[in-house]
């Protein structure tokens, strides 16, 4: 009976112990910050310099905060919600340091809409928003045929968007097809009131165009061109001999000279 009582003693004590040293772990004040950024691509819109402004805009300096006024559940929903933030991750060490990680999201494509306002599409299919003073991606140009509304912010409820995702995708991951194709031109069509969409790809600085019409296929259409680009011994000074590379037709790349 001695030892239970005696066990028990120790129990409590710890646990008040414990619970002693959180209580004042939370009066702690904020001694040092850190902030890093992480970039996915060598296209850098973001900076610690902004990055840190906003936070301080909107939480004020954490530095000098007692660690019970942080909690880094709102500082990552904050940072989770910013343009071109992938994701985030905040720690609050006890002893007052703050560590804060930022990955900033992967554009794949820049979308130019009918009214001539352009966005990003990112890798993982969110919509974003230009950045102020920040050069423009170094990645294809897509020209909508349609104006994106303010509010879409990614590719779940537009069939067009969905398409233009997956062409874009396969491109930029595809670094045969990424250093050939500059832009992308979509045209709107309607037959017997139904309305579709074809695709016209542009290569950099090569005088011909590539018709992929629908996205019936469009994956195996982009293979075919990659293996056209790869198995013919065809120069790029050469294929400007040809207007055109239609891969509309199953299992076809059917090319036409001038």
């Known amino acids: 009976m001695k030892k239970f009582l005696i066990t028990i003693s120790i129990i409590a004590g710890v646990a008040i112990l414990i619970f002693a040293a959180n209580v004042t ?6 001694k040092e910050v850190i902030l890093t950024l992480h970039y996915q691509s060598d296209d850098k819109m973001l900076t610690i310099e902004e990055i840190n402004k906003d936070l301080i805009a909107h939480f004020g300096d954490f530095k000098g905060k007692k660690r019970k006024e942080i909690s880094v559940k709102e500082i990552v929903k904050y940072l989770n919600a910013l343009n071109f933030v992938y994701s985030s ?4 060490g006890i002893l007052g340091k703050l560590e804060i990680n930022v990955v900033q999201s992967k554009p794949i494509a820049v979308l130019i809409s009918k009214n001539k306002n352009h966005k990003y599409l ?14 423009q991606a170094k990645v294809i ?14 590719t779940t409820n537009n069939s067009l968007l969905v398409s233009v ?16 194709i500059n832009s992308i ?38 293979k075919r061109l990659e ?12 294929w400007n001999k040809y207007s055109e590379i239609s891969l509309i037709f199953h299992g076809q790349a059917v090319c036409t000279k001038r």
């Not at 299919?125 to 950045?131: G, T």
């Not at 140009?141 to 990614?154: G, R």
């Open 122 to 135: 990112s890798s993982d299919a969110k919509i974003l928003q230009p950045v102020a003073n920040v050069h």
């Open 89 to 92: 991750k905040a720690e609050l």
């Open 25 to 30: 772990a939370q009066y702690i004040k904020v």
């Open 141 to 154: 140009q897509i020209n909508i045929p349609e104006i994106i509304s303010k509010t879409v912010k990614d």
């Open 227 to 238: 293996y056209l680009y790869k198995d013919t011994n065809i120069s790029k000074e050469q």
């Open 185 to 222: 031109n979509i045209k709107s069509n309607i037959i017997k009131k139904e309305k579709f969409f074809t695709y016209t790809l542009i290569p950099y600085k090569e005088n011909y165009t590539i018709k992929l019409g629908d996205t019936t296929n469009i994956i195996n259409k982009l």
């Open 165 to 180: 995702y997956k062409i874009a995708s396969q491109i930029y991951n595809n670094n045969s097809l990424k250093e050939r």
